[in-house]
C-alpha cells in the first residue's frame, strides 16, 4: 500500500515549511519565527527523527486518504521545536504536554 496523495501534499509542505523557517508563520508562533532552529535541531540527531515522529503519529486522514489535520499536526512538531530550542529566558511548556503515543517511535 502506499502512502495517499494527501498524506504526500501534506509531508512535503511541512518540510517545505521547516527547511525554509517559515513553520512559525504558518503555525502563528512568532517566537518560533525569529528562530534559527534547524541548524539547532541537527545538533542532536534524535530531535529530527522526535519532530517527524510527532508530526507523523499526529496526522489524521479520511477513509479517501485526505488529511484532515494538517495544521494541528505542523502545530504539535512545533511545539517541540520550541520545547527542543530554548529562547533565551523564555521557559516554553507544551500545552497540552506531548502524550506517549504521540511521542513513539515506530
Known sequence: MKL???????????????TNGTLGHMVGDSKLESLNYQERLMEIPSNMEMLIAIYSNNIEMDEDGKVTNHLHAMKRAAQFIREACPIDDDEYVVEPEFENWETKLH
Do not use: C, I
Request: hydrophobic share 35%.
Open 4 to 18: 495517499s496523495k494527501g498524506y504526500r501534499n501534506a509531508l512535503r509542505f511541512f518540510t517545505y515549511y521547516f
